[in-house]
């Protein structure tokens, strides 16, 4: 029998001038928030993203500070002064 699926949602709020590591902290803060896994490791998940009508589906990697860089160079480039983000974490086996 597969295991449930259980989607959690959460919203993150983050200037575009913080470093890799605070993202991935607010990441960590969610993952916590949602699921209080023991232990809470970020090498634990899979963490991609894509930008509706920029970026569009399959998502890209957001599990380094390149990944990270890459993120930012594409928010730059929008028009948006909010743009929308969606960031999907997925626990590995």
């Known amino acids: 029998m597969p295991a449930k699926c259980d989607i959690k949602t959460a919203s993150v709020r983050l200037n575009s001038d ?3 590591d605070t993202m991935k902290v607010q990441i960590l803060a969610k993952i916590d928030a949602a ?4 232990p809470l490791k ?3 998940y899979n963490v991609s993203y894509y930008i509706t009508h920029v970026l569009p589906k399959p998502s890209l990697s ?3 500070d390149e990944d ?3 993120l930012m160079d594409y928010i730059k480039c929008m028009k948006s002064k ?9 626990m590995m086996e």
């Open 18 to 20: 913080k470093p890799w």
């Open 35 to 38: 699921l209080n896994p023991k």
């Open 42 to 44: 970020f090498a634990n």
């Open 62 to 64: 957001l599990m380094s």
């Open 68 to 70: 990270y860089n890459m």
């Open 82 to 90: 909010e743009p929308e983000v969606h960031v999907s974490i997925v």
